[in-house]
């Protein structure tokens, strides 16, 4: 298996999400914004490893320093560099307990999020990416939402602590429908402009 090249294109790149070939190899689709999707034999986890290295970071020691920011063990977004923060989502069930179930989208590539519907037994939610391709994972809407905010909490603390983002303000992904926004939110004129 040859070791894939993130950093040729990782500008381009939506997300690491766990997937099953046809065959039944437990491996890794690499969705990307202007390209077909890759599929890899590696791991999701083992692909997060390669993207942050490429970066020149420790994966454990990335997922610690921004642990304490956003006050979670688990599930903690990862910012690697601007507009390259990694979400943890629950993407799909395992068939082995080995293969897998976490996902990493691209904070930055998800134009807007939304609950599906409610008729169905499990709950779920469906991303919507900025070249119209759509992502339906069982991760609650609710938790999503909290997820979505300890990502710009360590977008954030990046922001400071690698100097850029000083000119950016407020949350660009929008929620569908918009009733779920939190209404005394300080920056929701700024998260939904008057059109």
Not at 69 to 80: E, F, H, S
Not at 84 to 94: D, E, K, N, S, Y
Not at 145 to 150: I, S
Request: aromatic content about 8%; charged content about 25%.
């Amino acid at each position: 298996m040859a070791r894939i090249q993130f950093a040729d294109f990782w500008p381009q790149l939506m997300g690491l999400v766990p997937a099953y070939s046809r065959d039944g190899v437990n491996g890794t689709s690499i969705l990307l914004e202007n390209n077909p999707t890759i599929f890899s034999e590696f791991k999701t986890k083992t692909l997060l490893a390669q993207l942050t290295r490429t970066f020149l970071m420790e994966p454990r020691v990335v997922q610690a320093a921004f642990s304490n920011v956003c006050g979670r063990k688990y599930n903690v977004p990862i910012a690697l560099r601007r507009g390259l923060v990694m979400i943890p989502v629950r993407a799909r069930t395992a068939r082995v307990k080995d293969d897998g179930t976490r996902a990493y989208l691209v904070k930055d590539k998800i134009r807007k999020y939304l609950p599906e519907d409610k008729q169905s037994k499990q709950s779920s939610t469906r991303f919507i990416f900025v070249n119209g391709t759509t992502l339906d994972v069982p991760h609650r809407y609710s938790s999503m939402r909290g997820l979505m905010m300890a990502a710009e909490l360590v977008e954030q603390e990046a922001a400071k602590l690698i100097g850029y983002m000083i000119d950016r303000t407020g949350c660009e992904v929008r929620e569908d429908p918009e009733s779920f926004c939190c209404k005394k939110c300080p920056q929701k004129d700024e998260c939904y402009p008057e059109e």
